[in-house]
């Protein structure tokens, strides 16, 4: 007798969750960690060889836009610790994103019980576009949002001499660099949303004046001017992101599943 599918797997499957207790998803959830851990500390390991390599490309923003603007091309700092602070600091982030596929592999292994059978092979997409989401969003802001921000501020500071201090110029890089790459992986957030039917597309559109009202709040908050064009570089991809996220909630939604697993079991049936 062939085993039947429900929204949290086989029924195989279901059985050994159902067995499973509280504490018994606490200790899985313990080990999905500590192993999460153990490989951004690898990471961390690897890119300190690299920190100078790392900090090169870092501050290459800030050189090209004080040469532009015929500036001191100088970074300063004020404690004896900052230099080192920073290897660490910037050792660290590139960690974070050289273990990502890892860790990202151990989420999907944890919430992976809840999936049908024949969703579970979504690993690799999953990873993918995860990855792929922040990496573009770190790259638009450094490639784009991060060199008019400074062209913009130092254009506006032009009469007075700059004194750049490392753990100041590396705060704005990690605000806009980290905070774009998390912004945009607004679709996977809503992917987790929607898969354990928190929210669902027909909400989203519903709400969507108020979602518009909300990102233009946080695009406010990022942007690091106060001018209306830098804050629309950050609400418009923002926007868009949120028109996929819709879909995305569509496809991923409970319901909408069911539907689609019920559907393809009448045609197969039909078939026979």
Not at 28 to 51: K, M, P, Q, T
Not at 202 to 210: E, K, L, P, Q, V
Not at 248 to 258: C, D, E, G, M, Q
Request: positive net charge; aromatic residues 14%.
């Amino acid at each position: 007798m062939a085993e039947t599918e429900t929204p949290t797997g086989s029924l195989k499957d279901r059985q050994e969750l159902s067995s499973m207790g509280f504490l018994d998803h606490l200790e899985e959830l313990r080990r999905r960690l500590i192993r999460s851990s153990i490989y951004v500390a690898v990471g961390f390991c690897v890119c300190f060889f690299f920190h100078e390599k790392l900090f090169t490309w870092v501050k290459n923003p800030i050189i090209f836009a004080l040469q532009s603007h015929h500036q001191q091309i100088t970074l300063v700092y004020t404690n004896p610790t900052d230099p080192f602070n920073l290897s660490l600091k910037i050792s660290l982030i590139a960690g974070l994103f050289l273990a990502s596929p890892f860790v990202l592999y151990q989420i999907w292994a944890f919430i992976a019980p809840g999936l049908y059978r024949s969703e579970r092979h979504y690993v690799a997409p999953f990873m993918i576009s995860t990855v792929g989401l922040f990496s573009a969003g770190g790259y638009f802001a450094y490639r784009i949002v991060y060199p008019a921000a400074l062209k913009f501020l130092i254009e506006y500071s032009a009469q007075f001499t700059p004194m750049i201090t490392i753990q100041e110029y590396m705060s704005l890089f990690l605000t806009l660099v980290l905070g774009l790459g998390i912004v945009f992986e607004m679709p996977i957030l809503v992917f987790f949303l929607a898969l354990f039917g928190i929210v669902s597309p027909g909400w989203m559109i519903r709400n969507f004046r108020y979602s518009v009202l909300g990102i233009f709040v946080i695009a406010g908050a990022l942007a690091p001017t106060p001018d209306i064009m830098n804050m629309l570089v950050f609400a418009a991809p923002m926007l868009g992101l949120y028109i996929i996220s819709i879909g995305v909630a569509w496809l991923v939604h409970p319901k909408n599943r069911k539907k689609r697993k019920e559907k393809a079991e009448a045609e197969a049936n039909a078939s026979e």
